[in-house]
């Protein structure tokens, strides 16, 4: 889905800055990754870290979404986002694969080798830095 297929589905809007709003979404967004490092890393709590870490990754780009003036309301318009707002195309794709990932554990009951989690998760991290600096 583009971007003017998310506006145009009511999936994006235009707001104003709202300072607090950032602020508090980043403090979660660290707690979760937080959360997510906490965590041992085993058999049973791949799921949890790669679920954990993706949702601290989402909340910072809501941040960051609200800082360019919108509020999005679907995961996949996130990439969008990035592809056509942040003009990062790689970027975009990166999350869209994270998002897929994300969406078979919740929705689907898939599981996660330890070795995946790793990956995953360092693939989190990675995108965590970069749009922090955005």
């Known amino acids: 889905m583009d971007w003017t297929e998310c506006k145009k589905k009511g999936f994006v809007k235009n707001i104003k800055l709202d300072l607090n709003l950032i602020s508090a979404l980043e403090k979660q967004s660290k707690n979760k990754l937080i959360s997510s490092k906490m965590i041992e890393l085993n058999e049973t709590t791949t799921s949890s870290k790669v679920s954990l870490a993706y949702d601290s ?13 919108f509020k999005i309301y679907n995961h996949e318009c996130y990439c969008s986002f990035l592809k056509e707002i942040i003009k990062d ?3 975009g794709s990166h999350f869209d694969d994270l998002r897929i990932i ?5 929705y689907y009951g ?16 990675e995108i965590l830095n970069k749009v922090s600096k955005l």
């Not at 989690?117 to 360092?122: D, F, H, S, T, Y």
């Open 57 to 69: 990754l989402r909340k910072l780009l809501e941040a960051l979404a609200i800082k360019k003036g």
């Open 89 to 91: 195309s790689l970027l």
């Open 102 to 106: 994300r969406n078979k554990i919740n």
């Open 110 to 125: 898939e599981d996660l080798s330890i070795e995946e989690a790793k990956q995953i998760l360092k693939e989190i991290e």
